[in-house]
């Protein structure tokens, strides 16, 4: 959820530009997709054999499940 804290003005000399704190609070999936993203096509291209792309997929597939579920347990708290 996006915190309160957010959405309060920014005064500056050009208005109110409060708006980019909730296009940066956005914009994290974005880059988390965009990085990973980068990240399989360099794999693709220096995977020498499909044992090592298939490996390296996997263990990249095991480190997005730890992330999602260690972030979901943080939202998920009494």
Do not use: H, K, Y
Request: aromatic share 8%; charged share 10%; glycine share 6%.
């Amino acid at each position: 959820m996006l915190p309160l804290e957010l959405l309060t003005p920014v005064p500056t000399p050009m208005g109110d530009l409060s708006f980019l704190n909730v296009a940066f609070w956005l914009a994290d999936a974005v880059t988390v997709v965009l990085v990973i993203a980068g990240w399989l096509t360099s794999l693709v291209i220096l995977a020498t054999s499909p044992v090592i792309f298939l490996t390296l997929l996997g263990r990249a597939a095991g480190l997005m499940a730890c992330w999602s579920m260690a972030r979901f347990r943080t939202l998920a708290r009494p």
